[in-house]
């Protein structure tokens, strides 16, 4: 299904991830559907990694999966992988819009958490299966039809609400330092004006995607 995905689809820059990313320049990170190598380029641009590593599922042809300043890039299923490193390697792992794509993506936290240095940071993001129109299409229109991207994205295999997401990282032992609304993230728009009128009260169905910090014990 990945094949009829356009390269647009695959080829964002994630700078809301990046700016949760402490500054130093002797980081090094991991990214799991990393795409075209768009956010590990820039973090290295922006003098925020010293090694950059990234695991996509498919090739692209003429991208920057290839480009010089990429220490590292592998294609393959990340769950069918055993991949080149020591535990405790990585300063920071990236998964964005990623752990919904897996068949186990709790079994997948806590392998990636095993890479990740004690103090180290676990940076991922979450569509939110609770927002108002995906949730008002599935219980009152009774239509879970899948579409080419978004939260119903046909290459969906597992769908969260906050809550589940939060488990999904306190299972494997890491401390949430904060989530991230979308809507916290683009500041503007009619959703973020109803969030701050009611208080928050409804944002869990306001809000259609979740940025997560967490990080990993100093004694694991």
């Not at 890039?73 to 990585?90: A, H, Q, S, T, W």
């Not at 129109?133 to 969906?156: E, M, P, Q, W």
Request: aromatic share 8%; with cysteine.
């Amino acid at each position: 299904m990945y094949d009829i995905k356009t390269d647009d689809y695959f080829a964002h820059c994630r700078m809301d991830m990046l700016q949760a990313i402490p500054p130093g320049d002797k980081n090094r990170i991991l990214e799991i559907g990393a795409g075209t190598g768009e956010t590990l380029l820039q973090a290295k641009a922006l003098g925020l990694a010293e090694e950059v590593v990234g695991v996509e599922l498919v090739a692209i042809e003429k991208s920057n999966q290839t480009h010089p300043a990429m220490d590292r890039f592998m294609i393959g299923d990340v769950e069918k992988m055993e991949l080149p490193f020591d535990d405790n390697y990585f300063d920071v792992i990236l998964c964005g819009d990623v752990l919904e794509h897996l068949v186990d993506p709790w079994n997948m936290v806590r392998r990636l958490t095993a890479w990740l240095k004690p103090g180290g940071l676990f940076i991922a993001s979450l569509p939110n299966v609770r927002e108002i129109k995906t949730l008002s299409k599935i219980v009152l229109k009774g239509n879970f039809k899948y579409n080419d991207a978004g939260i119903l994205d046909r290459t969906h295999l597992r769908f969260f609400c906050k809550r589940d997401m939060l488990d999904l990282f306190e299972h494997s032992d890491l401390e949430v330092l904060s989530t991230t609304s979308n809507l916290e993230l683009l500041g503007t728009g009619k959703r973020l004006q109803d969030h701050r009128l009611t208080l928050g009260a409804f944002s869990e169905f306001l809000e259609g995607e979740y940025l997560i910090v967490a990080r990993k014990g100093s004694k694991q």
